[in-house]
């Protein structure tokens, strides 16, 4: 329920930011305790800009002491007759 409350906040705040286009949050199927969050961006500068935020860096702590994120940046990738870039 922690998480989840923090979570939720950090999502709306993020959702106000310049360049936030969406989010989407996955939990793993099963007793696995892990979650996903899939945010798309406008551009490396707009994540850079909130992830560098003091006041983003700030919320960060209202997470349960269990929580670890890794957060990674990804392009998308073409693969002929299976998906675009």
């Not at 286009?21 to 850079?48: C, K, M, T």
Request: hydrophobic content about 45%.
């Amino acid at each position: 329920a922690a998480f989840m409350q923090a979570w939720s906040e950090d999502a709306a705040y993020m959702k106000a930011r310049p360049g936030f286009i969406s989010a989407q949050l996955h939990r793993a199927v099963g007793d696995s305790p892990l979650y996903f969050n899939h945010a798309v961006w406008e551009s490396l500068e707009a994540f850079r800009a909130t992830f560098g935020d003091p006041g983003f860096q700030a919320k960060m702590a209202r997470y349960p002491s269990s929580t670890s994120a890794s957060p990674h940046l990804f392009k998308r990738v073409a693969v002929p007759g299976i998906c675009v870039a």
